[in-house]
């Protein structure tokens, strides 16, 4: 008995780790447009489509590449940051330049998003809730629950482990029977229960309660305008650099910062240590005209003045920005 009650220990706690070591993501058009959603190089959806859920992502970086079905329009391809044990939703919009982008657009605890109807399987043995009907305004609905039993029993000596497990409202018991192999053989009793929840319905001439956003993702101790998504790690950032470090020609240096920031996010703090590798004042106005529109924390764009010599490169920038 002691052996059976381990098992069933290590079984659950298995679950749980491994749902903790994973992480979802939900991409959606803003415009409808269809497209493919393919991670790490794993196509996410069969046929294009304006919503996809991707879950049990086990890589914090992935790379994320949006192809879509419209020939004309380019792929968005971008890395992101991802922790395990949350849900990321991105938004794919437009910039001001027309170009298009993902957007973060909420993180919230796994599990938490519903995915689209036609996304939504229906796991086999389990007994879908009668319809209920829509009641008449300012009436309120009652909870219930609705009990599937399924019993094999046979005959012979046998010890019972008896284990509970809830998932997103639906509670399933187990009561596993073990019987000597020589005496007789097992018994298994599976009891499925859906819950209801409780509504209470509104007048039809009363506004419906406003959607709470989700939390968007914000540098700590930074809380003005965003320019992109989430910026590049520490990591990733020193990577970067001693790559673009490396170049012996500026040319080369600047065309390697770009293809990095067609598929990354920076900080100003990155920005700026970008600028410092470059050894021309127009290379360095260049590069901050470029980044820009990939910088999460345009607030504190300023703060790139510090990498000019000039007093003239500061006005040009300057005179960009406000032309946005």
Known sequence: MERLSTIAFIGLFSLSTATAQTSDIVVFSEMGEKFTLIIDGDVKNGSPASRVVATGMRNETPSIVVKFAESGIPPIKQNGLMEYGKEYTLKVTTNKKGEYVLRMQGMAELGTAKASPAEEAHPGGFIEDAPVSTPPSGHQLTGGSQTTTTTTQSTGTSENVNM?????????????????????????????????????????????????????????????????????????????????????????????????????????????????????????????????????????????????????????????????
């Open 164 to 324: 509970n497990l809830g998932v997103n409202g639906v509670g399933v018991n187990f009561n596993l029977g073990f019987t000597d192999p020589v005496m007789g053989s097992t018994s298994t009793t599976t009891t499925t229960t859906h819950t209801t929840t409780t509504t209470t319905g509104t007048d039809m001439d009363e506004p419906a309660p406003a959607a709470i956003a989700d939390p968007v993702y914000r540098m700590p101790g930074y809380n003005g305008p965003i320019g992109c998504p989430m910026p590049m790690s520490d990591g990733e950032f020193t990577d970067a650099k001693a790559s673009i470090e490396s170049k012996g020609f500026e040319e080369s240096k600047m065309s390697l910062a770009r293809q990095i920031g067609d598929n990354n996010c920076f900080n100003t703090a990155q920005v700026k240590g970008i600028m410092g590798l470059f050894g021309f004042e127009e290379t360095k106005l260049e590069f901050a005209k470029y980044a820009y529109d990939r910088t999460h924390d345009i607030g504190n764009y300023y703060k790139v003045n510090d990498a000019f010599s000039f007093e003239t490169s500061i006005d040009d920038l300057n005179r960009y920005i406000k032309g946005r």
